[in-house]
């Protein structure tokens, strides 16, 4: 059974401070992926990474940087967090392969909340 | 022009009625298509996924996609109160992007 995992579910941080997202997954899949999911704007990628020490830029980086050293692990960061990066955060994973997007399996979320 | 659009409801339908979701997408050489359910505060789940022009059937679920139209839709038959969720569109273009639609948020009504 796949099981993606997320360090925290809930998160208070100040302006300004700097934010790790944990994501880790036990399906030995190659490919990994950051969200952000905000009413009326829906789901957007952040990030992605298709291979350990890889990431691509999604649609909204700004803001953000990633980290994968583990092919299990894939972090996300907000150096200096802001307000209006409150919001839901969802890490997702997938194996490699063009065609297997309907293997993509979500974890269960992170919602911050920037004060 | 967004990638995927849907119709952000709500819907609202009684129990046992059949529940229509519609989904457009804007590049026509799209393949792949997904449909996800996500209750509220939980990550979303995929219930059906659809690669052909026509009908394709699971359970109570049945996608429809309509590749000259760029549309694709879900019924659900028979719906339950355990049907009340978000269910989302998404897309995978021909340049291997994954995007998804803002979501249909779904109440039956018992």
Known sequence: DV?????SRYLVKRTGEKVFLECVQDMDHENMFWYRQDPGLGLRLIY???????????DIPEGYSVSREKKERFSLILESASTNQTSMYLCASR???GNRWHEQYFGPGTRLTVT | QKEVEQNSGPL??????????????????????????QYSGKSPE????????GDKEDGRFTAQLNKASQYVSLLIRDSQPSDSATYLCAVK???????????????VIP
């Open chain 2, 12 to 37: 609202s339908v009684p129990e046992g009625a059949i529940a229509s979701l519609n989904c457009t997408y804007s590049d026509r050489g799209s393949q792949s298509f997904f449909w996800y359910r």
């Open chain 1, 3 to 7: 099981k993606v995992t997320q360090s």
């Open chain 2, 46 to 53: 995929l219930i059906m996924s659809i690669y052909s022009n």
């Open chain 1, 95 to 97: 194996p490699g392969g």
């Open chain 1, 48 to 58: 992605f990474s298709y291979d350990v020490k890889m990431k691509e830029k999604g």
């Open chain 2, 93 to 107: 273009n021909t340049g291997n992007q994954f995007y998804f639609g803002t979501g249909t948020s779904l109440t």
